[in-house]
């Protein structure tokens, strides 16, 4: 029996290689035609193909050699009262800003941050800007920050309002990153499906940037894609770890990438675990503490300051770079102008992966994760994908081997260096 269903899509289609074309079924009314139509052209827009080319650059930071904080994406930071939601949206904002902070590196340069504050009093607000201005060491222009203050205002028994003034905000500021401290207060009820959903999607749709084509179409600026950091309390009992209610089902199901807050009330270490992401995870927390600090007059701020903990080895000092490492690059950058390695394989073609890998990493010595992977980035002026293509090599050649210390901590060494760190399970490894 023939599939009506097939029909319709064999007429819709056309035989032209797949392609939609603007040919609606019979037997619909006038209105439903120029609906089937507009549709069809939208999913046209949509679909994505083997060929689109997207932009590589989506990534705003990193954090120990791994991308983080993607633009077109919303992404969650929650935590319980006081563990320091807002000081973490901080250091990323400072990070974004000055080009890296405590740890985290910015990918881009020239980037605008929108700072959307729902709880705070306005004077403690501002303190956001003060602490901010300390972080990047110098004072921020209008153009690269704005702070909007909505505590108290009438808008916010306005779902609808609240809404529309998010489309307003991310049209006129045209930002890279929005901090929306806290998303919660953007609908009357956190428990309802309905409004829970729409905020969400809301967030998304605006995270996806506006096009020149949807800008004409729309009267919107046209505007790159954007980082949506969206601040949330977790749930009150203290056994449940989810985000507040359905609001936080919703969020955690779209959310790219969910950072979680937590405080230690003995040491008074911070803590951002990253507990979910879509891309590679981060290898080891940020912990930092507080120091509070006095600008002028009565304006004190807590800045936040990073630790480890694990003690980091650094690799040994290197006064001497090797001709073979200068020959190399001095002939590619004259004879090609390239800023970057395409790929590991062309990497491969001008370098040895021994020699490079122990170039960072000297005899009998360790390197964190992080600090091999932004040495040898800088070094040789290569991308993340082609680096994590030569590490994986470098561990299936025996040429590094991976040092597990704690659950979020790595560190590589030498291959031959590995003996007193090897299990028995792995002793056949090291025989000749």
Request: aromatic share 8%; glycine share 8%; with cysteine.
């Amino acid at each position: 029996m023939e599939n009506p269903n097939e029909a319709l899509l064999a007429e819709a289609l056309g035989g032209k290689g797949g392609e939609l074309q603007l040919t609606s079924p019979q037997g619909l009314t006038p209105e439903e035609q120029l609906v089937y139509n507009e549709l069809l052209k939208q999913i046209e827009e949509w679909r994505v193909r083997r060929t689109d080319v997207y932009d590589s650059g989506r990534y705003l930071l990193e954090y120990g050699g791994i991308r983080c904080f993607p633009r077109g994406d919303i992404l969650a930071v929650s935590g319980r009262e006081k563990c320091g939601k807002t000081t973490s949206c901080r250091m990323i904002a400072a990070a974004v800003l000055a080009g890296g902070y405590q740890g985290l590196r910015s990918l881009e340069t020239g980037l605008r941050v929108l700072w959307i504050d729902t709880e705070q009093y306005k004077a403690d607000a501002q303190n956001v800007l003060h602490s901010l201005e300390y972080m990047c060491g110098r004072e921020l222009t209008d153009d690269e920050f704005v702070l909007i203050s909505l505590r108290g205002r009438e808008i916010m028994g306005d779902t609808a309002r609240m809404a529309f003034s998010l489309t307003l905000m991310f049209n006129e500021f045209q930002p890279d990153l929005v901090i929306i401290d806290g998303i919660r207060d953007y609908i009357s009820d956190f428990n309802d499906v309905v409004q829970s959903t729409s905020i969400v999607l809301h967030c998304m749709a605006l995270a996806n940037g506006v096009t020149e084509q949807e800008a004409q179409q729309s009267g919107l600026h046209p505007r790159k894609p954007s980082c949506v950091l969206c601040n949330l309390h977790l749930n009150k009992p203290k056994d449940d770890n989810n985000m507040m209610g359905h609001l936080g089902s919703a969020l955690a199901k779209k959310a790219g990438e969910i950072y979680t807050c937590a405080k230690n009330p003995d040491t008074r270490i911070f803590s951002i675990t990253q507990t979910a992401s879509r891309g590679r995870p981060w290898e080891q927390d940020i912990e930092y503490t507080i120091t509070n600090t006095h600008l002028s007059g009565d304006i004190e701020v807590g800045i936040p300051q990073m630790i480890t903990s694990q003690p980091v080895q650094q690799e040994p000092p290197r006064q001497v770079v090797p001709s073979w490492l200068v020959t190399v690059q001095n002939a590619r950058m004259g004879t090609e102008g390239k800023k970057y390695y395409r790929s590991a394989d062309e990497f491969l073609q001008y370098n040895n992966l021994a020699d490079a890998f122990h170039l960072m990493i000297g005899p009998g010595s360790k390197v964190r994760s992080g600090n091999l992977s932004d040495s040898f980035m800088s070094t040789f002026q290569l991308r993340y994908e082609a680096y994590d293509v030569l590490l994986r090599g470098a561990l299936d050649q025996r040429i590094l081997y991976r040092l597990e210390n704690g659950e979020r901590c790595v560190f590589y060494c030498r291959y031959e260096d590995a003996e007193p760190y090897r299990t028995d399970a792995e002793a056949s490894l090291f025989e000749p």
